[in-house]
């Protein structure tokens, strides 16, 4: 790491792992357990409405249509049943997105929302159970079988770090609407040209650390804005704009991954990031899903902030 300073605060981290925020490497408090894992299904009941999600109390829960999944659908435990699930899921979901991405529409359509949070409790599924992910990738056509299995050990990492938060702690959390997806992509492409770092790389870290800026809290120890810096290593790196301004986030995020061995040595440099080599290999994951098919990156906007509790998986944004 070339800075004194680590970029990733641990306490916001372990409270979103795997959902939108990171742990690092040196907690010391255990994973939860294989019963806890296990209980904790993508079928849990969304939470009640947090201060600062963007959705007001009264908002009805959106219509799913016409083959488009409510957002507490089931998931099947079958492996058969799980791989035709998540290929309807995605063929409708990419669909869904080329009609979005042309239409010139700034706010995602309701079948994109709905889709994404579908696939994404799916992929939930697959993380906690390795061998229902190999068996259901095998029934897979081949692309499909390489973002299957990309995104399930993605998530699996970040879970693998996860820790259960208390209902007071989820109250202090602040959570927001993040930007439009396009005006993200384009902070991401300038910087890529800036510094050199691909932009999927830049993507998949802003979607481990904070879903894409929906999670504004700073954490206990400090680290602030949409990319969780450390203001100290902001002053180094941060090219003097604000730590929670987006574009500048990501910038400074571009700059701190090349200062580091980027483009060159990405794990090297996603490790200076965070030191945590689950880490490292969730955001390779995802970054390489998106080079694989840039809709990817549409999908993962739309994930949804999940945390865990005593009692398994709770949603705090999205659809209700």
Not at 77 to 103: C, F, H, N, Q
Not at 178 to 187: K, V
Not at 189 to 218: C, I, N, P, Q, Y
Request: proline share 7%; aromatic share 6%.
């Amino acid at each position: 790491m070339r800075s004194a300073h680590v970029m990733i605060a641990a306490p916001l981290a372990l409270l979103l792992a795997g959902c939108g925020g990171v742990a690092d490497g040196a907690a010391a408090t255990p994973p939860p357990s294989r019963a806890a894992a296990a209980r904790a299904s993508a079928g849990a009941t969304p939470a009640a409405k947090v201060p600062g999600s963007g959705r007001g109390e009264a908002e009805e829960r959106p219509a799913a249509g016409a083959g488009v999944p409510a957002p507490d659908a089931p998931i099947p435990a079958d492996p058969a049943e799980l791989a035709a699930a998540l290929r309807t899921t995605t063929t409708g979901l990419y669909a869904a997105i080329d009609r979005w991405t042309r239409s010139g529409q700034e706010s995602p359509p309701q079948d994109v929302v709905l889709l994404s949070l579908h696939q994404q409790r799916i992929y939930r599924v697959l993380a906690r159970d390795a061998a229902l992910t190999r068996r259901t990738a095998e029934r897979l056509p081949a692309r499909l079988a390489a973002e299957a299995r990309d995104n399930a050990t993605a998530v699996g990492r970040l879970l693998s770090l996860a820790r259960p938060i208390s209902a007071a702690r989820r109250k202090q959390m602040r959570l927001a609407e993040p930007l439009p997806a396009e005006r993200l992509r384009g902070y991401m492409t300038r910087a890529e040209k800036r510094f050199g770092v691909d932009w999927e790389v830049l993507a998949a870290v802003m979607l481990v650390e904070t879903k894409f800026g929906r999670v504004t809290s700073s954490s206990s120890a400090g680290a602030q804005g949409p990319m969780q810096f450390m203001p100290a290593t902001w002053r180094q790196y941060g090219l003097g704009g604000d730590i929670h301004d987006a574009r500048d986030a990501i910038l400074g995020a571009a700059n701190y991954l090349k200062a580091s061995g980027a483009p060159g040595d990405y794990r090297r440099a996603l490790y200076a990031y965070n030191h945590s080599d689950h880490y490292v290999d969730a955001v390779q994951a995802h970054a390489r899903q998106m080079r694989r098919d840039p809709r990817s990156f549409y999908a993962y906007y739309n994930w949804q902030v999940f945390v865990l509790s005593a009692k398994g998986d709770l949603r705090l944004t999205g659809p209700r």
